[in-house]
């Protein structure tokens, strides 16, 4: 029988490079995001299988009317891939514009909680799954990342509690959490500066969209006794920094 995704974010990046996955594997895919122009592209190149829903994620309010306005093919969502999200420019606490931060929560956290809420009950009936897109900053301190960090944290730690309260319902939950990918987030923290997000990337070979796409499907196809809690990614060029200390007379 013929499986759903929905995908929020999946107007680029990871969220466009799984919609194009699942709907090569011959998946219905509902795809959300803000951007009408994108998801008409994405219908046109993925035809009939797509379906493309205006939905502002962080318009809590509006998430069960524009999910249950889905024609009844579309309707019976399968698997959740909770993907939408973005990071503020990276910039110590001190200095960070409340606003950037705030609006983090909401798209990271808020609307990742009201989307999940609205779906569990079908997911239920269908013992479908839940994948969601927190990130290495979870685990691993950065400076310039606390609220982005903090948000994926708290999706890592949604999932696994989430886990607990779907116990015995057969519903799959998964935390994913790359390192670097080269998409459109980076363009996003570094505020719209195309150099700085090409230097970020410039002499390594960050992860694609496509190698994070391979992992929801894969995920997302194991056999339904199986469930991988947490499953984190690194290109290989990326690695970890270690502590700091801070000595008196230094200057950074
Ligand atoms: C972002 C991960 O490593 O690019 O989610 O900061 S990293």
Known sequence: MTKTVLITGATAGIGAATARRFAREGWLVVGTGRRRERLDALAAELGEAFHGLDLDIRDIEAIPAAVDSLSERFRAVDVLVNNAGLAPPMQ??????LDASLNVVQTNISGLIAITRH??????????????????????????????????????????????????????????????????????RTGGDQAASDALYAGMDPMTGDDIADTLHWLATLPPHLNINTIELMPVSQSFAGFTVAREGATA
Not at 144 to 154: H, L
Not at 170 to 187: A, N
């Open 119 to 188: 779906l569990l009950p079908g997911l239920i009936e269908r013992k479908g799954a839940v994948l969601n897109l927190s990130s290495v900053a979870a685990t691993y301190p950065y400076r310039g990342g606390a609220v982005y960090a903090a948000s994926k944290a708290f999706v890592r730690q949604f999932s696994l509690d989430l886990r607990c309260d779907l116990h015995g319902t057969g519903v799959r939950v998964t935390s994913i959490e790359p390192g670097m990918v080269e998409t459109d987030f980076t363009l996003v």
């Open 92 to 97: 110590p606490m001190q200095e960070a514009d």
